[in-house]
Antibody, heavy 116, light 111 residues
Framework: QVQLQESGPGLVKPSETLSLTCTVS????????WNWIRQPPGKGLEWIGF???????NYNPSLKSRVTISLDTSKSQFSLKLSSVTAADTAVYYC??????????WGQGTLVTVSS | QSALTQPRSVSGSPGQSVTISCTGT?????????VSWYQQHPGKAPKLMIY???ERPSGVPDRFSGSKSGNTASLTISGLQAEDEADYYC???????????FGGGTKLTVL
């Protein structure tokens, strides 16, 4: 059974770059599409972007200029970088596998707070 | 403001049925049979409940069902149980520019 686990700093300063990693276990990362989704406190979900096992990526147009998603198949990991963060980027960040047009499973999520 | 519109809250008594709506446009919900629904308990990750409008993943009770008419998708939960109390989010594919959009979430209260 595939499991995903996010890791990374819980606090990032404004204008800096948020960096998170998702480790995939129990299955191969060399297939499917691997996604990042976030949820600001008390708010709804927002799709950030994905990377295919081939390395191709696509991002939410509203975040595209600041987002980079990369893949390390040797470590069964994929990563998110979000630059020039502001308080509006404070959220729980989830990684998730996508099959077709649905997301399953999800990681447990990690809270990232943007504050000085 | 979320791309898909859901009621902020719905409620029902144990054993009753409730329906949660998810309204979009012809560019997302109405344009594709690619609506999914997620259940989220407080402090937990979302869990897939319905995909492709009306398909249920293995392990999801058949009390959960999905449908779509025009630009509105719906999640119906029949035979409400206490453990169904959670937030529910809809999601739709929206084409190869926007990709996926979510609703703002609906809080289900089991009275």
């Amino acid at each position: 059974q595939v499991q995903l686990q996010e890791s990374g700093p819980g606090l990032v300063k404004p204008s800096e770059t948020l960096s998170l990693t998702c480790t995939v276990s129990g299955g191969s990362i060399s297939s499917y599409s691997w996604n990042w989704i976030r949820q600001p406190p008390g708010k709804g979900l927002e799709w950030i972007g994905f990377i295919y096992y081939s390395g191709s990526t696509n991002y939410n147009p509203s975040l595209k200029s600041r987002v980079t998603i990369s893949l390390d198949t040797s470590k069964s990991q994929f990563s998110l970088k979000l630059s020039s963060v502001t308080a509006a980027d404070t959220a729980v960040y989830y990684c998730a596998r996508r099959s077709g047009h649905w997301f399953d499973p999800w990681g447990q999520g990690t809270l990232v707070t943007v504050s000085s | 403001q979320s791309a898909l519109t859901q009621p902020r809250s719905v409620s029902g008594s144990p054993g009753q049925s409730v329906t949660i709506s998810c309204t979009g446009t012809s560019s997302d919900v109405g344009g594709y049979n690619s609506v999914s629904w997620y259940q989220q308990h407080p402090g937990k990750a979302p869990k897939l409940m319905i995909y492709d409008v009306s398909e249920r993943p293995s392990g999801v009770p058949d009390r959960f069902s999905g449908s779509k008419s025009g630009n509105t998708a719906s999640l119906t939960i029949s035979g409400l149980q206490a453990e169904d109390e959670a937030d529910y989010y809809c999601c739709s594919y929206a084409g190869s520019y926007t990709y996926w959009v979510f609703g703002g979430g609906t809080k289900l209260t089991v009275l």
